[in-house]
């Protein structure tokens, strides 16, 4: 029914959840939120709709959502809360033009419509410890709710399908939908100016994400510290989020090492064809994007194995090492820094990797799901 461009003349009306791009730190699951509802923009075979609570103003300029929202009466804490306890409110009394519902986000509205649940992790299940004994409860309770409700579970790898069928998801309702990437590589006048702008010298390791426990930003830290040549600065990307001091632990590093904070997009793209190595040994990922990122861009590209981001680099797209290893961390920066044909090779690898991951594929499957619930 619908699916590809041109498969129905009646287009598919999605009510998509959209409240994450309204959160202090949005984070990716805003991201690809937004890159999903782009995808969408034109198709005939879609009209999407966002779903979010009651709010004064709009998200932040990088989180705008590109298509009309709906807004409840109702404040997020109470929406969220309530959402992830029973059935109130339903969201078929505030929003009825919808034929399905895409939970992406977390929380699980109550609807008696087809309903849809992007599961981006399990990242509490496995790490307890870096999150806060409400947030744990509140994961649960929503992950409860897709058990029990979600007619299809969308996850953005494999190794999140297998998690969450051992967690209690029926295998028969798990689609795998990996999120995408659009960008073209940047020119090198812009890599050279965004050096320019943010005081980069001409080589760098580049790290992005939100600054918080499960980034693993400690450890990397260190493992550049030992191995990492003179000549060569850490840049590390991404918004504040929690429990982690970053300042304190790149102080001994002194000019080797600039907190760039959030950037504009355009600036990120730049700063991964820049970079001379792309470090990401996250303890735990349910896609990765960045890694998928800085593949496209170029950047030869370091990331952990044994979570999703292993399945990314997989066939020579990138160097795979344990994440909980300094040592292991530092004889990869080191390897990579050093050059040569190996990592020659392994960038034309990921290059190549990299251009099969489309946003617009990421949204003919999205409408392949929504259809086989109508």
């Given at each position: ?25 949005p ?15 034109g ?74 649940v ?9 790490h ?7 947030g ?25 399908a ?8 029926d ?30 010298p001409?080589?760098?390791?580049l ?25 060569v ?35 990120l ?12 040994p ?27 981001t ?42 190549r ?19 086989e619930?109508?």
């Open positions: 029914m619908f699916g590809t461009e041109s498969s129905s003349d009646q287009p598919c009306r999605a009510g998509l959840v959209v409240e994450q791009c309204w959160h202090a730190v984070g990716g699951t805003a991201g690809a939120t937004i890159d999903l509802l782009r995808a969408f923009a198709r005939p075979d879609v009209v999407a709709t966002g779903i979010a609570a009651r709010h004064k103003d709009a998200p932040e300029p990088a989180y705008r959502v590109p298509v009309d929202v709906h807004h409840l009466p109702f404040p997020r804490q109470l929406l969220y809360q309530a959402w992830s306890r029973g059935p109130w409110p339903p969201l078929d009394r505030f929003v009825r033009d919808v034929d399905v519902v895409h939970a992406t986000g977390g929380i699980v509205p109550s609807t008696k419509k087809p309903l849809v992007t599961q981006h992790d399990l990242a509490w299940v496995h307890r410890d870096l999150f806060t004994s409400h744990v409860r509140f994961f649960e309770r929503c992950f409860q709710r897709t058990i029990e409700r979600a007619q299809l579970t969308l996850v953005p790898s494999q190794a999140t297998d998690d969450v069928e051992r967690s209690g998801v295998s028969r309702s798990i689609r795998v939908i990996p999120w995408g990437v659009d960008q073209a590589k940047a020119p090198p006048n812009e890599v050279e100016q965004v050096k320019v702008r943010f005081a980069l001409g080589r760098y390791v790290s992005v994400g939100t600054l918080e426990p499960r980034k693993n930003l400690g450890r990397l830290i260190e493992a550049f510290s030992a191995s990492a040549p003179p000549d600065t850490l840049a590390i990307v991404g918004p504040t989020g929690w429990q982690e001091d970053i300042a304190t632990a790149i102080a001994p590093l002194g000019d080797r090492a600039k907190m760039l904070g959030f950037v504009s997009r355009s600036d793209v730049a700063l991964y064809g820049g970079a001379s190595a792309f470090a990401y996250s303890l735990f990922e349910g896609f990765g994007l960045p890694v998928l990122e800085a593949m496209a861009q170029g950047a030869p590209v370091i990331t952990s194995l044994g979570t999703a292993e399945e990314l680099v997989a066939g020579g797209g990138g160097v795979g090492v344990d994440p909980t290893n300094v040592d292991a961390i530092a004889n990869a920066l080191s390897d990579v820094l050093a050059g040569g044909a190996d990592v020659n090779a392994m960038v034309r690898e990921a290059s990797r990299a251009a099969t991951y489309t946003w617009k594929r990421t949204a003919d499957l999205t409408l392949s799901a929504y259809a619930l109508l």
